[in-house]
């Protein structure tokens, strides 16, 4: 945790998190005894600057969106700290860094306001009961912003600025295609004017034709309304398209984060450099040397011992075992957890 | 035709008639349901009947007595002594003594005929408590000392039992609505406060509806009813005859919403609300109790019969309901002696009206639990 918190060199940071960590206690028997703890999330660090989007990527199962509500405390971490660049606490309006896992119940409601959430499942995030104008007006109710007629010309607006039309309004969300519903929880994200957004594979239930629309529309709407995302995926073409930083995750820890080209191009992580390599190339002549890893992915209640990668990566040695590798800055900007990140040469595309 | 080519003026309030709430699709969904549709129809009229108007119903005020002891049901006739074919009538009464076995009988005097009438004047009432009137939907001109008509015979204090039946639906019938309302408050409360915060909050209220499941429920009716002091009146007896009923039933209810909020509460859109700061009482009362709520109609609807037969067996074992409030179970009690059964057995003309409502509401929960559950398929 110590050796990322000189953090503090990084300019114009909005999110910042150090060694955060959910572990989901194992309980067993009558009397609910804890027999154990699944490491959902075991130490991660990551930071988000103002107006750019951080992809967070990692197969199936590595905490990647335990990970994102933890950081808005939907689950309640077990470590850690979150920094976030706060306007409606700091009394003066100046935006200043508050550790949210600090925050009483009431000041976090507040701070809600400034993060707002885009979910992976268009047909479970809306609430079938309600029609899309209280689906998008219910943050505006919860703050008490809600102003009859005024608030009505926000929704329409944004319903429009999403995509859909204001005859839309009274209908309920099981009479919208999944790529509509979507639309209709970006608009709700976008409620309140939020600074950041926590997009927890927002496209990843969609045909392939819609996650290119939607993702073209949160880019726009980033410039319009100069949001940061935090964008979950595990899909890496989807995340080269639409961030400029990428943190890939092994086993809920970050393995490595660097900007974009930077990771794609010189992966420093055996990890990534696997990944990379199933990425599917457009080009039919093109043959790719398909890193095959062995083994199955680790299980996080019980996690090998030292670099959590080290049983299935093949550039493994005797201190991988042991010792777990510190999260660290090789390069600037470009994060890297491996003991031999300096001396390897590894493939990106 | 041009009308249907000119663009609306108002999208929205177009739009409002096409969108389809889940209500319009239960409704929609309801009516394809014969027998459902038939029960609503039946329970409708059963609770306006017994209700809101049984002594328009009933051709006499409940405690009218009479000299006419256990008279037997009238026959409503249409053709009289000599063959003819007339408006109904009924012939006169007259009470003999069988002075060998020493029994009271009474006989028809075919001499005195009254024409049964529709909207007759009669005993003064308050429509709904409110409006005097003293018009009756059926009965005979004629002085109520001289001849009275009884078409579900007589008590042994000389009453109408018919009108008798009409009174004591309204405290039994109603009894199944409070006490079922009762019971939905409790159930429905407890159970989505122990599903949401699950721990310790849902160990106990668990293991309390279990206590109260483990419990043997006649004793404890019993020593509910006896600690009812006696010297209450009979209308505050009813309600803490209901508050117990609610009691002893929300525990099954509060287990079902439970188990049905674990499952919602991880729900994506329960969490959408919490990300945007939403308090739990709105998660859980705005977005996750809806969700219960088809269940919760049908299990209602289709348990407001237990409430109505607990009332019944309860002032049938006298632990319920006492004289002079009249339900279904009191008559019931009165008409489960021998001495009843072998000489006056009309005085089970109660049991229809209860085996009607139980199996209307049955229907009718059937029809509902079609009809609310959209993922059954059909």
Not at chain 2, 185 to 204: E, H, K, P, R
Request: proline share 6%; with cysteine.
């Amino acid at each position: 945790m110590a050796e990322v918190a000189q953090n503090g060199k990084v300019d114009n940071l909005l999110l910042d998190v150090h060694g955060l960590k959910k572990y989901f206690p194992i309980q067993k028997g009558l009397l609910r005894r804890v027999v154990g703890y699944v490491k959902a999330v075991d130490d991660v660090s990551l930071y988000v600057r103002e107006g750019e989007t951080l992809g967070l990527v990692g197969e199936s199962g590595c905490g990647k969106t335990t990970a994102s509500r933890s950081i808005i405390r939907l689950y309640e971490p077990t470590a850690g700290q979150v920094l976030f660049k706060s306007r409606v606490l700091s009394p003066d309006g100046q935006p200043r860094m508050v550790n949210l896992l600090e925050l009483n119940r009431e000041q976090m409601t507040k701070v809600r306001q400034e993060i707002a959430m885009i979910f992976q499942d268009p047909i479970n995030s809306l609430n079938p009961r309600m029609t899309v104008a209280d689906i998008i007006a219910e943050p505006l109710v919860i703050h008490g912003k809600y102003q009859k007629g005024r608030s009505e010309e926000i929704i329409v607006n944004l319903l429009e600025r999403v995509g859909l039309r204001a005859d839309h309004l009274r209908r309920y969300p099981h009479e919208f295609s999944g790529g509509q519903r979507q639309r209709i929880g970006i608009a709700r994200a976008l409620a309140l004017n939020p600074r950041l957004v926590l997009c927890d594979e927002p496209v990843s239930a969609l045909d392939v034709s819609i996650q290119a629309q939607t993702l073209n529309l949160l880019q726009d709407l980033q410039k319009e309304f100069n949001l940061s995302y935090l964008f979950v995926a595990h899909d890496l073409s989807v995340v080269q398209h639409i961030s400029d930083r990428v943190a890939v995750m092994y086993v809920g820890k970050v393995a490595e984060m660097a900007g974009a080209e930077e990771l794609y191009a010189n992966p420093l992580h055996p990890y990534t450099e696997a990944l990379l390599s199933a990425v599917p190339k457009p080009d039919p002549l093109y043959k790719s040397e398909r890193i095959i890893m062995q083994g199955d992915v680790a299980d996080p209640a019980h996690p090998p011992s030292g670099c959590y990668f080290h049983p299935r990566c093949r550039y493994a040695v005797d201190r991988c075992k042991t010792e777990a590798p510190a999260f660290r800055e090789l390069k600037p900007d470009h994060w890297v957890a491996c003991h031999r990140a300096e001396e390897l040469q590894l493939k990106g595309i | 035709m041009a009308v249907a080519t000119a663009p609306s003026a108002f999208p929205v309030a177009k739009q409002r008639s096409v969108g389809q709430s889940y209500f319009d699709l239960v409704k929609y969904r309801f009516k394809k349901n014969k027998l459902g549709v038939l029960g609503l129809i039946l329970l409708v009229t059963l609770y306006v009947s017994f209700v809101a108007l049984p002594e328009f119903i009933a051709p006499y005020q409940l405690e009218n007595r009479s000299n006419f002891v256990e008279a037997p049901p009238t026959a409503i006739r249409f053709v009289d002594a000599n063959g003819q074919f007339q408006a109904p009538f009924i012939y006169g009464l007259e009470r003999k003594v069988d002075p060998v076995k020493r029994l009271r009988t009474w006989e028809i005097n075919t001499d005195r005929k009254y024409p049964v009438r529709l909207f007759v004047q009669g005993d003064e009432y308050r429509l709904f408590g409110l409006f005097p009137m003293n018009i009756h939907l059926f009965g005979i001109e004629a002085d109520q000392k001289e001849q009275r008509i009884f078409i579900m015979g007589a008590d042994a204090l000389g009453r109408d039992y018919f009108t008798r039946i009409m009174y004591g639906g309204r405290l039994s019938l109603m009894i199944g609505l409070i006490g079922q309302f009762l019971t939905l408050a409790l159930g429905v409360t407890l159970g989505v406060i122990s599903g949401y915060y699950g721990g310790a909050v849902d160990m106990f209220v668990q293991r309390f509806t279990e206590f109260l499941a483990a419990f043997p429920n006649i004793p404890l009716f019993m020593a509910l009813s006896a600690a009812i002091p006696a010297f209450w009146s009979p209308i505050v007896v009813y309600f803490m005859l209901t508050l117990i009923l609610a009691f002893l039933n929300w525990g099954g209810l509060a287990r079902q919403v439970r188990g049905l909020i674990l499952s919602l509460r991880e729900r994506e859109y329960a969490l959408a609300a919490k990300s945007f700061g939403a308090k739990d009482r709105r998660i859980m009362f705005r977005h996750l109790m809806p969700g219960t709520m088809s269940h919760v109609i049908v299990i209602a609807t289709l348990s407001i019969p237990g409430m109505i037969l607990a009332e019944t067996a309860l002032s049938w074992l006298g632990l319920g309901l006492r004289p002079p409030l009249t339900s279904w179970g009191t008559l019931l009690q009165d008409a489960a002696t021998v001495r009843a059964i072998r000489f006056t057995p009309w005085l089970l003309w109660v049991v229809p009206p209860i085996l009607l409502t139980i199996l209307t509401y049955n229907l009718l929960g059937d029809g509902l639990r079609d009809a609310l559950d959209p993922y059954s398929g059909r």
